[in-house]
């Protein structure tokens, strides 16, 4: 069964098309979005639930905690330990699994369908139950605080950390997605508790399903997770971001290499602008090798073996980040000509031979990134947290090939101001 199941995943590739996509959504008594897809090509079924639960919701005394009870629902709930639940789930042919970012905590679930009562009976019971056993955390907590360790020697580490700092301040935005050795000391099961009780809640979650499941299962199941969970959950609001001020930061490392992060807080999900400057930024530094960075700070100067740029959009504004790894002795004039290349990019924009290939490359490979069961859960998890527009994976070519280098300057010159930028610097000679 479990050698079938990955034979089963391996070959799910769906028949439609991202245009012929039909999205069902509704939501659920107790305040949960719910969007589901139905196909029956194959007879597996993805699901995957999402809370306001990220680590922008900690607090700074207790940095971590989010992130720890996450990881702790899959290790033992209502009386049964982690090691039961793994073996269950294996037993089943199904697959479990969590994510978790600064705005959510994610748990999802693959199974065969023809298990997928006694599958989703067992991660329902992850999702309600959870043990938060003392002595199991008292063993994660070790984990993590020797990788916390371990990481606060890295320079990539080190800089990620110091640049979300730099750019957010006091904001929740600004703590470290895992905590610090500190806080995760302090973190006691009761802390867990509450933080579930108070943030896992169905009002403002959302639940995704596609594959092999009528709606009217769907709908049922759906609804008995929404109320089995945590009424009257605190509000998951998030502060706005407020213009950072401007900060220079370099941070001594041994390492032969400096690297560089280097922007400013940008865009929430659903901004207005995102298209234009999605489409400009792919241009810029986000389309690898063929992008204007790499052309100019890899390609002519040789000063680097890859740099990139990228928008996150987030609840609040996420970062637009610049970054580079360079020899010490080359970080000067890599960063001068990476802010001279912004700087040429913001004032004259795109060529139109640019856009164009931008184009081609962003609408003709996006039918490949929702081509089967997994992918299309991962981007209406997106849609379905973010509110996104049923249509919004119908209509993305379209909005691609709409984007004009008039839209694409305006958007820049607007929203882009590299006096906000601050940048970071780890290894610096």
Excluded at 70 to 92: K, R, Y
Excluded at 137 to 160: A, C, F, V
Excluded at 316 to 337: C, H, M, R, V, Y
Excluded at 362 to 383: A, E, H, T, V
């Amino acid at each position: 069964m479990f050698i079938k199941f990955f034979i089963c995943v391996s070959l799910f590739f769906v028949n439609l098309s991202f245009a012929a996509l039909k999205i069902d959504s509704w939501t659920t008594k107790e305040g949960m979005k719910v969007f589901f897809v139905e196909n029956h090509d194959l007879p597996m079924l993805d699901l995957e639930v999402n809370f306001r639960a990220g680590s922008a919701y900690d607090q700074s005394s207790s940095s971590g905690l989010a992130s720890m009870t996450n990881h702790m629902l899959f290790l033992g709930s209502d009386g049964i330990t982690e090691e039961e639940i793994v073996n269950q789930f294996a037993i089943l042919g199904a697959e479990t699994g969590s994510d978790f970012d600064s705005d959510k905590s994610s748990f999802s679930l693959r199974t065969l369908s023809e298990k997928k009562d006694e599958a989703f009976k067992l991660f329902k019971t992850v999702i309600h139950k959870p043990n938060f056993d003392q002595e199991i955390l008292e063993r994660e907590k070790q984990r993590y605080i020797s990788s916390l360790k371990q990481s606060d020697t890295q320079p990539d580490s080190i800089g990620s950390k110091a640049f979300m700092k730099a750019l957010y301040s006091d904001h929740p935005y600004g703590l470290p997605n895992d905590g610090d050795v500190e806080s995760i000391a302090l973190i006691e099961n009761t802390m867990l508790k509450n933080f579930y009780n108070d943030f896992y809640s169905a009002n403002g979650s959302s639940m995704v399903m596609v594959g092999d499941i009528s709606k009217e299962d769907a709908m049922k199941f759906s609804s008995e997770i929404s109320q089995g969970l945590p009424s009257n959950g605190k509000n998951s609001q998030l502060p706005k971001v407020n213009k950072p001020k401007v900060t220079e930061l370099t941070i001594p490392h041994p390492s032969s290499q400096a690297h560089l992060f280097y922007g400013f807080p940008s865009i929430k999900r659903s901004d207005n602008d995102f298209f234009p400057l999605y489409v400009g930024n792919y241009i810029l530094g986000g389309g690898g090798f063929v992008s204007r960075l790499t052309g100019e700070v890899r390609e002519k100067k040789g000063y680097v073996y890859s740099v990139y740029s990228y928008f996150m959009p987030m609840q609040e504004s996420g970062p637009f980040q610049i970054g580079l790894q360079t020899k010490k002795e080359q970080i000067g004039p890599a960063f001068d000509l990476v802010k001279k290349t912004v700087k040429d990019f913001i004032t004259h924009g795109p060529t139109e031979k640019e856009l164009k290939a931008a184009k081609d490359n962003m609408i003709g490979g996006f039918p490949m990134r929702i081509d089967s069961n997994k992918k299309i859960l991962s981007y209406l998890s997106m849609m379905a947290f973010y509110d996104y527009p049923l249509d919004y994976l119908e209509t993305f070519s379209d909005k691609v090939n709409a984007v004009t280098r008039e839209d694409i300057m305006e958007a820049f010159q607007r929203r882009v101001k590299m006096d906000e930028f601050s940048y970071v610097i780890v290894g610096a000679s």
